[in-house]
């Protein structure tokens, strides 16, 4: 199993969610998270002043998958939150050692399918 942590742009949300259903996906967390990477935030302005913003707003994604389902999960994410500007974000796939479904009892890949 594998754990699938992706964080992309607020604007390309949908666009992922409906790609890694596709996917096959059966489910995942969405987080409303602030951060930077190598852009180290960005200058706008704002009523005539201008300020730095240093956090960005991202989404992150946590998916649970089966190792087989992982690639093309991967694959449906980066395809769709690209963007080819600076910031579409980052993917992490991490392996995943237990699952368990608390209402059922089921462990392991029965407790992150269907």
Do not use: C
């Amino acid at each position: 199993m594998k754990m699938i942590v992706a964080v992309i742009k607020p604007s390309r949300l949908d666009a992922v969610l409906d790609a890694v259903t596709e996917a096959g996906a059966s489910g995942l967390t969405v987080t409303e998270v602030r951060g930077y990477g190598r852009q180290k935030g960005k200058t706008e302005v704002y009523r005539g002043a201008e300020y730095e913003v240093k956090l960005l707003p991202k989404v992150k994604l946590e998916i649970a998958a089966s190792a087989d389902l992982a690639p093309a999960i991967v694959e449906a994410v980066a395809r769709t939150a690209n963007t080819g500007k600076i910031g579409d974000g980052k993917i992490f796939v991490m392996d995943l050692e237990q699952a368990l479904r608390i209402r059922t009892g089921e462990t392991d890949a029965a407790a992150i399918t269907g």
